[in-house]
Structures are given as structure tokens and as C-alpha cells.
Nanobody, 119 residues
Framework: QVQLVESGGGLVQPGGSLRLSCAVS????????MAWYRQAPGKQRELVAD???????NYIDSVKGRFTISRDNAKKTVYLQMNNLKPEDTAVYYC?????????????WGQGTQVTVSS
């Protein structure tokens, strides 16, 4: 059974930093793209950043220059380094991974981790 477990959320003041981690476990053949999404209260879930298996990355405009997505393929983990956090970054952050097992290829979600930016 494939599981994604996130960690690293919390409460931080504006201008502060947090690093989110998402570790994949289970019987996996390969991990393709990995991504971070977020969902603020009353808003739809949005893609924040993604990273392909080869390392190419994409970001939404509002986080460019502040957030960095990276992955450690050996550890089957994706990270999101968030710097210069703003109140509008407050949301539940979810990781997503495009994973191939011996049975099928599917997208899997983590349980979410709360990030609150407030003074």
C-alpha cells in the first residue's frame, strides 16, 4: 500500500521560513512527478509547485523566488522550502505524487499539513 506522509507545517511569523517534507512508502516501481498543492479556507486547492523525475520544476507566480521544491529520489521524499512567508500563504499544504506500482500508475495524496503565517 502506497502512503505519503507529510511533516514540517506550523505557525510562523510573516517573513519567516518553513520546510515541508513528504515521504513516500510502500511497494513502488517508480515515482514520476511530485508536487505540492495548497488549499486555503473557502478556496479551491491550487498547485503550488511541481518537480519532474529529471528535476525540472514549475511554480505559481505568487511563490516564485520565495519557495523551492526539491526531491531526494533515494529517500523517495519531496521537499518544499518556503522563505519570506506571507499571511496569504496560510493554507493546508498537500503533497501529490505520480507513482507507478507493479499494478498501475496513479496519483496519490498526503494527509495535509497546516501552515499558518501570522504575527
Amino acid at each position: 500500500q502506497v502512503q505519503l506522509v507529510e511533516s514540517g507545517g506550523g505557525l510562523v511569523q510573516p517573513g519567516g521560513s518553513l520546510r515541508l517534507s513528504c515521504a513516500v512508502s510502500g511497494s513502488i516501481f517508480s515515482i514520476n512527478a511530485m508536487a505540492w498543492y495548497r488549499q486555503a479556507p473557502g478556496k479551491q486547492r491550487e498547485l503550488v509547485a511541481d518537480i519532474l523525475s529529471g528535476g525540472s520544476t514549475n511554480y505559481i507566480d505568487s511563490v516564485k523566488g520565495r519557495f523551492t521544491i526539491s526531491r531526494d529520489n533515494a529517500k523517495k521524499t519531496v521537499y518544499l522550502q518556503m522563505n519570506n512567508l506571507k499571511p496569504e500563504d496560510t493554507a493546508v499544504y498537500y503533497c501529490n505524487a505520480d507513482i507507478t506500482t507493479i499494478f498501475a500508475r496513479n496519483h496519490y495524496w498526503g494527509q495535509g499539513t497546516q501552515v499558518t503565517v501570522s504575527s
